[in-house]
Each structure stands twice: as C-alpha cells, then as structure tokens.
Nanobody, 124 residues
Framework: EVQLGESGGGSVQAGGSLRLSCTAS????????MGWYRQAAGNECELVST???????YYADSVKGRFTISADIAKNTVYLQMNSLKVEDTAVYYC??????????????????WGQGTLVTVSS
C-alpha cells in the first residue's frame, strides 16, 4: 500500500518562504513521477509542479521562478521550496505520486496516490 506523508505547511507573510516535504512509502520513485497540486477555497484543484525520477521538472506558469521542486530518491521524498509567496498561493497543497504522466491527469484521480494535504496560508 502506498502512503504519502506531507509536512511543512503553515502561515507566512507575503514575500516569505516555506518548504513542503512529502515522503512516499510503498512506492518506487526512481521510475515514476511525484508532484504537488493545490486547491484554494472555492477554486478548482490545479497542478503546481512535478518531478520525475530522472530529474526532469515541470512548473505551472503561476509559480515559475518562485517555487523549486526537488527530490531525494534514496529517501523517496520530494520537496517544494516556495519563495516570494503571494496571497494567491494560499491553498491546501497535496502531494501526489504515480506513473509517468502524473501532471496530465486530474486532481484526485484514481490512478495516482494522494496525500492528505497541508495548508499553506499567505497573509498580506
């Protein structure tokens, strides 16, 4: 059984930074994708960033240049460093893991594994 454990959410002022972590158990990352989605209150869930075991990454336009995704394959852990946070980054952030193509599939789809979510609140 795959389990994803997230940590690192919290409250920060605009312009600040946070780092999210997600550790996967029962999952082999080195030939798959991991990533982050987010859902703000009243909004649809959206893809934030993904990383493949090979190291290739993807970022949504809204976070390019501010967020950095990285991974420690040996620890089956993915990180999301979030800098220059904006109020509009406020959301519940969900870790996801799955086969190649994770970012092409919708939020909470049954083919991928999902964490419980961690709340990020950015205040002005």
């Amino acid at each position: 059984e795959v389990q994803l454990g997230e940590s690192g959410g919290g409250s920060v002022q605009a312009g600040g930074s946070l780092r999210l972590s997600c550790t996967a158990s029962g999952f082999t990352f080195d030939d798959s994708d991991m990533g982050w989605y987010r859902q703000a209150a009243g909004n649809e869930c959206e893809l934030v960033s993904t990383i493949r075991g090979s190291g290739s990454t993807y970022y949504a336009d809204s976070v390019k240049g501010r967020f950095t995704i990285s991974a420690d394959i040996a620890k089956n852990t993915v990180y999301l460093q979030m800098n220059s946070l904006k109020v509009e980054d406020t959301a519940v952030y969900y870790c996801a893991a799955g086969d190649y193509g994770l970012g092409t599939r919708p939020c909470f789809n049954a083919l991928d594994e999902w964490g419980q979510g961690t709340l990020v609140t950015v205040s002005s």
